[in-house]
């Protein structure tokens, strides 16, 4: 997730930037620290409607229907329990389980509401992108879908569990799919033309073209960040922020802005292990709060 040894340790994420816009100590312990976060109900619901709408367009196109989608739910679900079997002590009675498991089939329900995936055929899924920037910063993340249309357009689409944010916020939801769009134009030079983000929790589609001054933008925002995360850094002087998504985080018993003591710096230069996508590495679907709506 960024700084992660000697790998990442010039190279930025959207979620990992979001974090310490949102709050520089909440981005030391999940970069600097490596501290564990428990599995919670709604970012395990998030993988899994993630998973399955990934392997959903698996199928034949005439066959990727809702009842498809809904079959996936159950395979899926034993898949993640055996790539994290924490995940299972999130229910405490079969009947939470069944009642969660319904919540997810409601939202690919709602899904197809929104597109008809018969009419798609995405050039990616789950696509790992990157590009170095001049200054030598690496830029990283996972797209959840890509299209390109015949004449070469791009689309860049992700898939939110939560709902759509007021549109006082839209501009902060809006920097992690302008982040990936940068990262593409840097890597490869072809501007995206659409990016879209489909909200499931509220059936809203998100839609916006960038142009080149808006990628420059969030060029020189993205190297802000990183010079700001190097100060820090250099300083050993993380602090916290605290704003509205505390009573969300899962570090607030250790966060001094409550009361708490945060373990001791890592020695500088202490080389850290990445930690899995699967176990809350880079780029988890926002599935509660997002850092980018409500920062």
Same mark, same amino acid.
């Given at each position: 997730?960024?700084?992660?040894?000697?790998?990442?340790?010039?190279?930025?994420?959207?979620?990992?930037?979001?974090?310490?816009?949102?709050?520089?100590?909440?981005?030391?312990?999940?970069?600097?620290?490596?501290?564990?976060?428990?599995?919670?109900?709604?970012?395990?619901?998030?993988?899994?409607?993630?998973?399955?709408?990934?392997?959903?367009?698996?199928?034949?196109?005439?066959?990727?229907?809702?009842?498809?989608?809904?079959?996936?739910?159950?395979?899926?679900?034993?898949?993640?329990?055996?790539?994290?079997?924490?995940?299972?002590?999130?229910?405490?009675?079969?009947?939470?389980?069944?009642?969660?498991? #319904?919540?997810?089939?409601?939202?690919?329900?709602? =899904?197809?509401?929104?597109?008809?995936?018969?009419?798609?055929?995405?050039?990616?899924?789950?696509?790992?992108?990157?590009?170095?920037?001049?200054?030598?910063?690496?830029?990283?993340? =996972?797209?959840?879908?890509?299209?390109?249309?015949?004449?070469?357009?791009?689309?860049?689409?992700?898939?939110?569990?939560?709902?759509?944010?007021?549109?006082?916020?839209? #501009?902060?939801?809006?920097?992690?799919?302008?982040?990936? #769009?940068?990262?593409?134009?840097?890597?490869?030079?072809?501007?995206?033309?659409?990016?879209?983000?489909? =909200?499931?929790?509220?059936?809203?589609?998100?839609?916006?073209?960038?142009?080149?001054?808006?990628?420059?933008?969030?060029?020189?925002?993205?190297?802000?960040?990183?010079?700001?995360?190097?100060?820090?850094?250099?300083?050993?002087?993380?602090?916290?922020?605290?704003?509205?998504?505390?009573?969300?985080?899962?570090?607030?018993?250790?966060?001094?802005?409550?009361?708490?003591?945060?373990?001791?710096?890592?020695?500088?230069?202490?080389?850290?292990?990445? #930690?899995?996508?699967?176990?809350?590495?880079?780029?988890?679907?926002?599935?509660?709060?997002?850092?980018?709506?409500?920062?």
């Amino acid at each position: 997730m960024a700084d992660d040894g000697a790998e990442y340790a010039h190279s930025l994420s959207p979620s990992r930037a979001g974090d310490f816009l949102t709050c520089p100590l909440l981005y030391r312990f999940r970069v600097i620290d490596r501290l564990p976060e428990p599995p919670s109900p709604a970012a395990a619901r998030g993988t899994l409607v993630h998973a399955v709408l990934e392997h959903l367009f698996d199928e034949p196109a005439a066959g990727r229907t809702p009842e498809a989608a809904r079959s996936l739910l159950g395979p899926e679900w034993d898949r993640l329990l055996a790539a994290e079997p924490a995940l299972a002590g999130l229910f405490a009675a079969d009947e939470d389980r069944a009642a969660w498991l #319904a919540g997810a089939a409601a939202m690919l329900d709602r =899904y197809f509401t929104l597109e008809d995936p018969r009419r798609l055929e995405p050039a990616h899924r789950e696509l790992s992108v990157q590009a170095d920037l001049a200054s030598g910063l690496r830029l990283r993340g =996972y797209i959840d879908r890509l299209d390109i249309a015949p004449g070469g357009e791009i689309r860049i689409v992700d898939y939110k569990t939560g709902t759509a944010p007021p549109a006082e916020f839209e #501009a902060r939801a809006l920097f992690q799919m302008k982040f990936y #769009a940068l990262v593409l134009w840097r890597a490869q030079g072809t501007l995206p033309r659409l990016l879209q983000l489909i =909200y499931l929790g509220n059936g809203e589609i998100v839609r916006y073209e960038p142009d080149e001054a808006d990628l420059r933008a969030t060029e020189r925002k993205v190297e802000a960040v990183w010079q700001a995360i190097e100060r820090a850094r250099a300083a050993r002087d993380w602090r916290p922020r605290p704003g509205r998504l505390c009573d969300w985080c899962a570090h607030k018993p250790i966060c001094p802005a409550f009361g708490g003591t945060p373990p001791e710096l890592p020695e500088p230069g202490a080389v850290l292990v990445p #930690a899995s996508r699967a176990a809350g590495g880079e780029e988890e679907p926002d599935q509660e709060p997002s850092l980018l709506d409500l920062a």
